[in-house]
Each structure stands twice: as C-alpha cells, then as structure tokens.
C-alpha cells in the first residue's frame, strides 16, 4: 500500500541551530503535502502544508521544501527552540484532483532541543 | 486550542461492547476526519466527511461507522470491541475538502 516514510526517527540539536526533518513520500499522484507537530498527550498542530504546483513554503520559521522528481519532502525550522520538541510528521493525500483528502502520516521524527 | 472539540476525553469498556464518539468541528469547518492512532500503527486516516456526506475513506474497519449531521458535528461508532481497538482517536476538522486540518483533543480508548 501506500505510505509515506521518514528518513530519520530521531533528531537531537542545539538550541538556536536550524533543523532539517526529511521525509520521502512514494504516490507520485499525491498533489498535497502537509507537516503536523505532536506534543506528548496532545492532538496533531498545524505547522505547513504544500501544493504539488509550488517547490517551496515558508511559514513562521518554517520552510517546506518538496521535490517531486524524487518524491521527497523536507520541514526546515530555523533557530531552534526548546519548545520546538516533538514529534513531527509527514503526511500526503492519496486522494488526486481535489475530490477529498485521505492523509497518510509517515511514523515521525523526534525532535529533542537541548539548552 | 485547536476550536475542535471531542467526547469523552478517556472511555474505558470492554470487548463485544459498543461506544460513540463525538466531535464538534471549529466553527465555519465543513469537513470532518477521524484518526486512529496506537503506538504499532501510528496515525491512520479513517473516514472524511464534507457537509454531510462521505468523502474520503481509509482503513476503516466494517465494525466502525462514522455520520456528520445537519449542525456538523460528526460522531464515530465503534461496535463489537476488540482489545487492538484500545488506541487515541482524533478528529480533525477544516474548511473545506483539502485544506489544513485541525485536530481536537482526542479521545483515549481503552477496551478491558
């Protein structure tokens, strides 16, 4: 079946360093992106999405970078805070054109921000 | 605060039984998901619902059913338990059919 996957589980920084989570999707149909942050106890944030028409979003410290040639999806958050731990994951719609969305999450990446 | 609401927080029951839970989408939100999520599985997408009706479908099980209604809150049934249905379930919600989703609480499962 489908599944998007993740190309690390885990990712320890520094405080104030940049991060690089990576993700690798495996529908070449998939035309919407999007990266949740979980906190223990918590339901899935919000961070950012992505279209299949566009290669680059930034946010709020946040930048998603997608390569479809290579299906592969990537979250970059700048200057790293503490509060920046948590799970992160990847997810993609398998549903094309529009006409729903059924995201599929990849298994997450821990992120641990030390002081 | 994600604006999405979810009952009961934590259900305890167990096998053969049956429960429902609910989920009132933020304000102005026409769709509606459910999750499941367990620590073997992960998240896994179950059901879509926009303005009413079915949208999108993932592994749903026979033994679970979902509705939205008229005043869109959506409730999840889940009938004849089994002890692997001991998981958190999500519901998100957003405004329209592929847009940002925002997720409630959850509700915390546990089948004795």
């Known amino acids: 079946g489908e599944s998007v996957g993740l190309h690390l589980p885990t990712l320890s920084v520094q405080e104030g360093d940049n991060s690089i989570i990576n993700c690798a999707y495996s529908n070449s149909a998939s035309d919407y992106f999007i990266w949740y942050k979980q906190e223990s106890g918590k339901g899935p944030q919000f961070i950012i999405d992505?279209?299949?028409?566009?290669d680059k979003r930034q946010g709020q410290r946040v930048t998603v970078l997608l390569n479809k040639t290579v299906k592969h999806l990537s979250l970059q958050i700048a200057a790293t805070q503490p509060g920046d731990s948590a799970v992160y994951f990847c997810a993609e719609n398998l549903y094309a054109n529009q006409a729903g969305t059924a995201l599929i999450f990849g298994k997450g990446t821990t992120l641990s921000v030390s002081s | 605060d994600s604006g999405v609401t979810q009952t009961p927080k934590h259900l305890i029951t167990a096998t053969g039984q049956r429960v429902t839970l609910r989920c009132s989408p933020r304000s102005g939100d026409l769709s509606v998901y459910w999750y499941q999520q367990s620590l073997d599985q992960g998240l896994q997408f179950l059901i879509q619902y926009y303005n009413g009706e079915e949208r999108a479908k993932g592994n749903i099980l026979e033994r679970f059913s979902a509705q939205q209604f008229p005043d869109l809150h959506s409730e999840l049934n889940l009938s004849s338990l089994e002890l692997g249905d001991s998981a958190l379930y999500f519901c998100a919600s957003s405004v329209g059919l592929v847009e940002r989703q925002f997720f409630g609480p959850g509700t915390r499962l546990t089948v004795l």
């Open positions: 992505i279209r299949s028409n566009m």
